[in-house]
């Protein structure tokens, strides 16, 4: 089993930065591929970025190309998104999600998810 607990959201302003983090519990070994994903309210949900945490390769969408950053600290069981240039696009709540192979921005792949954090850009 993999637990996922989201932390980090809050307000900011367009051009501003947010960090959030995503603690993993459980036999993460399993499912080496972790995304971020954002649903904002009356859209579907969509994939931010994607990291394989046995190798380091990621993925981004192209909305947040060059602002965010996935990034992973193995020694403290933690995945980070560091949001950059923010949006009032950006708006959405945030999830964390856990998957096996192969590492993808499709939600249907990932089987654990954490709970989400919101995060609100103002103009």
């Known amino acids: ?30 499912r080496p591929c972790m995304g971020w994903f954002r649903q904002a309210p009356g859209k579907e949900r969509e994939g931010v970025a994607s990291i394989y945490t046995l190798g380091g390769g990621t993925s981004y969408a192209d909305s947040v190309k060059d602002r965010f950053t996935i990034s992973q600290d193995n020694a403290k069981n933690t995945m980070y ?10 708006t959405a709540m945030y999830y964390c999600a856990a998957g096996s192979l192969p590492c993808t921005m499709v939600s249907g792949q990932y089987p654990y998810w954490g709970q989400g954090t919101q995060v609100t850009v103002s103009p």
Do not use: F, T, W
Request: glycine fraction near 18%; charged fraction near 10%.
């Open 1 to 30: 089993q993999v637990h996922l607990v989201e932390s980090g959201g809050g307000s900011g302003q367009a051009g501003g930065s947010l960090r959030l983090s995503c603690a993993v519990s459980g036999y993460i070994y399993s």
């Open 81 to 90: 998104l560091q949001m950059n240039s923010l949006k009032p696009e950006d």
